[in-house]
């Protein structure tokens, strides 16, 4: 059984006419697991506490968000703190709602891993990933993975566990030097617990998945996590505003098959968090395609 939560305040966390970030896409996206054969338990979201922030942010920073205070045209913050607030608290609530049953969970309003813990960046104001791995450990999930595939570097992930053995975070995203965030995302960056595969906009979708998919399962024998957080952005699809790289539902499949067949094997739970996609409707057909994969592999 899936969880996957959902609640109509979520829908606040919208940048409005005129930004790529809707949050219809997420509404659509739930919609769409609902009507599919996934099995599914339908949660509600709560608020992280300004505790549950402090893992990651600072305190200034917090406070700048709560006064309006901040932010840019990219992301903007201005009455954004409950909704970013309720949206990280989402991400709590499906860790929260693992079980020995139900151990795949999904909030489709997170993902936002380009939050730094004093600036909000490229859409994101507080780092859902960042403190859902830290939540998870508090929890007793001691090693934590986390596998961003969104088309974009997952750089405050990267940046908030670069000392840290106990997270491994692996990023797959088009090559940095021709995408944002353009400063972070190299292989020069890549330690013992943090894996970046940059995508060049040169490479077909078999070569691509020959590189990921040969990768990863070793990772994970290597590592050997307690649990496995995703960011399934799906902004690197072929017809993606925000993207050069040519992705199609091949890639996204492929990958979520041979990561669920990994979390059955070795038995940790997995969240998925939302992250980009920008190509409506798309975004919620392809958020489904990996729900009902990762279920049905895990199930069977
Ligand atoms: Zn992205």
């Known amino acids: 059984m899936v969880n996957i939560v959902w609640g109509e305040k979520l829908i606040e966390y919208d940048f409005g006419e005129g930004h790529p970030l809707r949050s219809i896409r997420c509404k659509k996206g739930v919609d769409e697991i609902l009507k599919s054969d996934t099995d599914y338990n339908l949660i509600n979201p709560r608020y992280a506490t300004e505790e549950e922030l402090l893992l990651f942010h600072t305190k200034d920073y917090i406070k700048s968000i709560k006064n309006n205070i901040g932010g840019s045209s990219e992301t903007p913050i201005k009455d954004m703190y409950n909704p970013a607030r309720l949206s990280v608290g989402a991400t709590l609530t499906v860790v929260e709602s693992i079980d020995e049953n139900n151990r795949i969970s999904v909030n489709l309003c997170g993902g936002w891993h380009h939050a730094f813990e004093n600036q909000a960046r490229g859409f994101c104001i507080f780092n859902d990933v960042v403190i859902g791995a830290k939540y998870s450990q508090k929890k007793g999930y001691k090693k934590v993975m986390i596998i961003d595939w969104d088309v974009h570097h997952g750089d405050g992930t990267q940046r908030a566990f670069l000392n840290d053995d106990s ?17 972070t995302g190299y292989t020069r960056e890549n ?18 998945m020959t590189k990921v998919l040969s990768t990863i399962p070793n990772e994970i024998r290597f590592f050997k996590p307690d649990i496995l957080i995703i960011q399934m952005g799906v902004d690197g699809y072929k017809y993606d505003p925000m993207s050069s790289i040519d992705l199609s539902e091949r890639f996204y499949e492929s990958i979520s098959v041979v990561l669920s067949r990994c979390a059955k094997k070795n038995r940790f739970p997995v969240v998925l968090l939302g992250g980009g996609g920008f190509y409506f409707p798309k975004t919620a057909e392809l958020w489904k395609l990996i729900v009902e994969t990762f279920e049905k592999n895990i199930k069977e």
């Not at 330690?191 to 691509?208: A, G, H, M, R, V």
Request: aromatic share 8%; glycine share 0%.
């Open 167 to 183: 997270v491994y975070t692996i990023s797959i995203h088009q090559d940095p030097s021709t995408q944002y965030p353009y400063l």
């Open 191 to 208: 330690t013992k617990t943090n894996l970046n595969i940059p995508i060049s906009p040169d490479e077909t979708e078999q070569e691509i």
